[in-house]
């Protein structure tokens, strides 16, 4: 059985299985709800029923006045509906409501996609899941390593489990380290998140993402993320590579093509003339710019005019200028292009 709840002020709906609480239903369809510990200690998740029946799904430290209990106050991370419900909660507006967290993570899996890529799984502890928006990154420190700042690829919906793309550099410490001597269940700290390449969920207009190799983990964040919206407008992604065969999560891609009816997937391929690795081509300015003319050249074949559309784009520096100068020749107002510059890839 499932149950209608609305968001006061916001007016946002999502709805809640009887035995889940409110706070992993509303996680779950991709609100923002504020919270920390997720166990009923903190009293972050606060929030004041105000119609609607609900019952506490287990016990917890943290405890009301009478006077709030009388007012309909309850944890959100304890609470499951018996009902609809209207709750006046405070919700993430965007990225300064969303704390700089430090978490001790552990390594669920290390999971090899190509002989040169690999996603790392880390697990969050269950009090401590981390907050962050689709798109931002957080700074990992394995080891004695200085720490390394990588984009989080897993949606927020599902944050005890986060997920990074990591491409393997030849004389890269960070990178021969995790694929040559990092442990299941070794322990990786966290910090952040960062960045304010986020989903503008206020805009109604279709959506372009553009990635470049691995600068698909924080469009694949982004996606994810609208998927768990339910965002109605067309979403279209162009994932550029250098070389054929490297569009490591291509199954995943199309499994979102065949589910949703807003959603189209062009898979590109530069023109492999030099022989030079992904990672080459991720670093070299010449072929990253002749990669990404490529995939300008595809975009606004297929859409013309881009007065409006959002273009999310993650491209190496080098080759951002002549995109973004070619998308706006094209209608791309300023303020509805998001730019990611892969550094951290």
Same mark, same amino acid.
């Not at 919906?157 to 021969?176: K, T, Y």
């Given at each position: 059985?499932?149950?209608? =709840?609305?968001?006061?002020?916001?007016?946002?709906?999502?709805?809640?299985?009887?035995? #889940?609480?409110?706070?992993?239903?509303?996680? %779950?369809?991709? =609100?923002?709800?504020?919270?920390?510990?997720?166990?009923?200690?903190?009293?972050?998740?606060?929030?004041?029923?105000? @119609?609607?029946?609900?019952?506490?799904?287990?016990?917890?430290?943290?405890?009301?006045?009478?006077?709030?209990?009388?007012?309909?106050?309850?944890?959100?991370?304890?609470?499951?509906?018996?009902?609809?419900?209207?709750?006046?909660?405070?919700?993430?507006?965007? =990225?300064?409501?969303?704390?700089?967290? %430090?978490?001790?993570?552990?390594?669920?899996?290390? #999971?090899?996609?190509?002989?040169?890529?690999?996603?790392?799984?880390?697990?969050?502890?269950?009090?401590?899941?981390?907050?962050?928006?689709?798109?931002?990154?957080?700074?990992?420190?394995?080891?004695?390593?200085?720490?390394?700042?990588?984009?989080?690829?897993?949606?927020?919906?599902?944050?005890?489990?986060?997920?990074?793309?990591?491409?393997?550099?030849?004389?890269?410490?960070?990178?021969?380290?995790?694929?040559?001597?990092?442990?299941?269940?070794?322990?990786? +700290?966290?910090?952040?998140?960062?960045?304010?390449?986020?989903?503008?969920?206020?805009?109604?207009?279709?959506?372009?993402?553009?990635?470049?190799?691995?600068?698909?983990?924080? =469009?694949?964040?982004?996606?994810?993320?609208?998927?768990?919206?339910?965002?109605?407008?067309?979403?279209?992604?162009?994932? +550029?590579?250098?070389?054929?065969?490297?569009?490591?999560?291509?199954?995943?891609?199309? @499994?979102?093509?065949?589910?949703?009816?807003?959603? @189209?997937?062009?898979?590109?391929?530069?023109?492999?003339?030099? $022989?030079? @690795?992904?990672?080459?081509?991720?670093?070299?300015?010449?072929?990253?710019?002749?990669? +990404? #003319?490529?995939? $300008?050249?595809?975009?606004?074949?297929?859409?013309?005019?881009?007065?409006?559309?959002?273009?999310?784009?993650?491209?190496?520096?080098?080759?951002?200028?002549?995109?973004?100068?070619?998308?706006? %020749?094209?209608?791309?107002?300023?303020?509805?292009?998001?730019?990611?510059?892969?550094?951290?890839?």
């Amino acid at each position: 059985m499932s149950f209608k =709840i609305r968001l006061l002020p916001s007016g946002k709906e999502f709805t809640a299985e009887k035995n #889940e609480t409110v706070l992993e239903a509303a996680l %779950r369809s991709g =609100i923002a709800l504020n919270y920390n510990c997720n166990t009923g200690t903190c009293g972050g998740c606060g929030g004041r029923i105000k @119609s609607g029946q609900v019952r506490e799904t287990r016990q917890h430290d943290f405890h009301f006045s009478d006077t709030q209990k009388a007012q309909g106050h309850v944890l959100l991370c304890v609470t499951a509906a018996q009902s609809d419900l209207e709750i006046e909660v405070k919700e993430a507006g965007g =990225i300064e409501d969303i704390p700089l967290q %430090r978490i001790t993570t552990k390594v669920e899996q290390m #999971e090899r996609v190509q002989d040169d890529t690999l996603i790392l799984h880390l697990h969050t502890p269950r009090w401590q899941t981390l907050r962050f928006l689709a798109g931002q990154h957080l700074s990992l420190a394995i080891a004695d390593m200085p720490p390394r700042n990588k984009s989080i690829a897993s949606c927020p919906c599902n944050a005890m489990h986060l997920q990074f793309h990591i491409r393997r550099v030849p004389g890269d410490q960070f990178s021969e380290y995790v694929f040559t001597q990092l442990k299941i269940s070794q322990t990786v +700290m966290v910090e952040g998140p960062w960045g304010n390449f986020s989903l503008d969920e206020s805009s109604k207009r279709p959506i372009i993402f553009v990635a470049y190799e691995t600068g698909f983990a924080p =469009i694949k964040s982004i996606i994810e993320h609208a998927i768990a919206l339910e965002l109605e407008q067309p979403m279209h992604l162009y994932w +550029m590579v250098h070389r054929p065969g490297n569009h490591y999560l291509n199954n995943l891609c199309r @499994s979102w093509l065949d589910a949703l009816d807003n959603f @189209s997937y062009t898979a590109l391929t530069g023109n492999d003339l030099s $022989g030079e @690795s992904s990672w080459e081509a991720s670093t070299d300015p010449v072929v990253g710019l002749r990669d +990404m #003319e490529a995939a $300008g050249a595809s975009i606004v074949a297929d859409h013309p005019d881009l007065a409006g559309f959002d273009v999310y784009l993650t491209a190496p520096e080098p080759s951002t200028e002549g995109m973004v100068e070619l998308l706006q %020749r094209h209608g791309l107002p300023k303020g509805q292009l998001h730019l990611d510059v892969m550094k951290r890839f």
